[in-house]
């Protein structure tokens, strides 16, 4: 589904990315973990055509990251992508005007999941509260690849469940789900395949069961040894 060789990404005298090499097949929930500045934003903001990338390629199903990989690559950024003005209901207007595979009828499902009111503004939203707009309307499009910044970031325990439910519940052998978190302990349950990212480089990848049956240690006390 997504593959780099060699992807190296410079901003002035530091690396975000150095010679990253993977291969992320179909059909798996994929974790990028490690520590703020390993270099997880900086991947998914490549992969999702935002930021070229110094040297190295990028591909997806075989294909050149750019305008035509757009439309079928779905990334949720960590900061606040939506306008304060809008209404939840207005948001998921704005989606299904702006893409061809967003399904408002799965949004709908997802705002009443979370406990959202379609009349809200998103400028009256709490953290957890836009935390759980941006999954819904993220994840009620029909995308190959769906890309999750730390979607987990200070939210509180209960909308954790409720976004992790969401992710499992939109996972199917015909997508991929990119996720980057250094919250490893919530994300451990759901993950079959991880990256390591540290200083930009690639410490281990792998299926996540081949990985615990090799080190003899859960992805959780691999994570605390590899980052220590």
Not at 30 to 37: A, D, E, Q, R, V
Not at 75 to 95: A, D, H, S, W
Not at 144 to 168: A, H, S, Y
Not at 182 to 211: C, F, P, T, W
């Amino acid at each position: 589904m997504l593959k780099t060789e060699n992807l190296t990404k410079g901003f002035l005298n530091k690396k975000a990315l150095k010679n990253v090499s993977i291969e992320i097949p179909q059909g798996v929930i994929c974790g990028i973990l490690g520590p703020n500045g390993s270099g997880k934003t900086t991947l998914m903001k490549i992969a999702a055509g935002l930021v070229n990338p110094t040297s190295g390629s990028i591909f997806f199903k075989n294909i050149n990251i750019g305008s035509k990989t757009k439309s079928r690559i779905a990334y949720m950024p960590t900061e606040q992508f939506l306008y304060g003005f809008m209404t939840i209901k207005t948001v998921g207007q704005y989606f299904n005007d702006f893409y061809d595979d967003f399904n408002m009828e799965k949004y709908k499902r997802l705002i009443e999941f979370m406990k959202l009111e379609m009349t809200t503004k998103v400028s009256s939203l709490s953290t957890g509260m836009g935390a759980k707009l941006k999954i819904a309307a993220t994840l009620s499009r029909n995308a190959d690849l769906f890309m999750l910044d730390e979607p987990l970031n200070g939210i509180d325990l209960v909308t954790r469940e409720k976004i992790i439910q969401t992710i499992v519940e939109t996972a199917n052998e015909n997508n991929t789900i990119l996720i980057s978190s250094h919250l490893v302990d919530e994300m451990e349950k759901i993950l079959s395949s991880v990256l390591y990212l540290r200083d930009g480089e690639i410490i281990i990848q792998g299926d996540a069961n081949v990985i615990r049956s090799e080190h003899g240690k859960s992805i959780v006390d691999l994570y605390k040894e590899v980052f220590a």
